[in-house]
């Protein structure tokens, strides 16, 4: 968990669960003829109604083997209960290889990793990073992803990419609009294996438009 990824590489299908004690395969395919050492394996995983609330822990497996795994609550329903959740883990697959997972319900019998995604939030920024990469983004500041990624093991190193800015050309009168400073930085998820940030804001100048720029930064 080193680097920055922005797409999972693979999609998960879940077989319908009857019974209390849940166990759903999951197949993940290696579509791109590329071996995968480590890589993130992403899905949502629909729940039957009534069965499991909020805060319901589950464990994920291998064959036998109990592997580490992120879970992220995506609907709730009204009474509580949980009828999506998100799967985040890591895998190694040859290419165009397949493997099926297990997911349980039950507390796992392993911990996450130690090492892995951290955010900070400031006054004035919040940080996303992963060991000695890190993408800051500042709240009083003009919002440019890629001049804000950075290398040190504090994440505020030297700066990988410079001159950058986020901007888009009306197709009407040819006037060029670069991004404001965000109005709202929310933390959509935060774990260790998996970290996603939603950023928003407007146009400098475009008072006409009113257009309205949203990025997600993720890190798996």
């Known amino acids: 968990m080193k680097t920055f990824l922005f797409a999972c590489f693979a999609v998960l299908f879940a077989g319908a669960a009857l019974s209390q004690e ?13 071996e995968r050492k480590a890589e993130p394996v992403s899905g949502g995983i629909p729940l ?42 890591q895998l190694d697959l040859d290419a165009n290889g397949k493997k099926t997972l297990t997911l349980k ?15 900070t939030k400031k006054p004035s920024w919040v940080l996303v990073r992963t060991g000695r990469m890190g993408v800051v983004v500042y709240k009083n500041k003009p919002f ?10 504090s994440g505020f ?5 410079t001159g950058a800015e986020a901007s888009y050309v009306d197709g ?25 940030v939603c950023v928003k804001g407007r146009f400098i100048g475009d008072d006409k438009n009113r257009f309205q720029y949203i990025a997600r930064i993720t890190a798996w």
């Not at 849940?22 to 590329?34: D, I, K, M, W």
């Not at 039957?48 to 909020?54: E, L, S």
């Not at 190193?157 to 990419?161: A, Y």
């Open 144 to 153: 440019t992803l890629t001049a804000n990624t950075t290398a040190d093991v």
């Open 48 to 89: 039957p109604k009534g069965m499991f609330k909020k805060g319901q822990p589950f464990a994920l497996f291998e064959g036998t083997k109990e592997i580490p795994l992120q879970i992220s609550p995506l609907v709730v329903d009204n009474d509580g209960y949980l009828r999506w959740v998100l799967v985040d883990t």
């Open 105 to 119: 319900a039950g507390k796992p019998s392993i911990r996450r990793p130690e090492e892995g995604i951290t955010i």
């Open 157 to 161: 190193g030297r700066n990988l990419i």
């Open 172 to 196: 009407f009168d040819g006037k060029r609009y670069v991004a404001d400073k965000p109005s709202s930085i929310d933390v959509e998820y935060a774990g260790p294996m998996r970290a996603t």
């Open 22 to 34: 849940l166990s759903v395969p999951l197949t993940v395919r290696e579509p791109a003829g590329v």
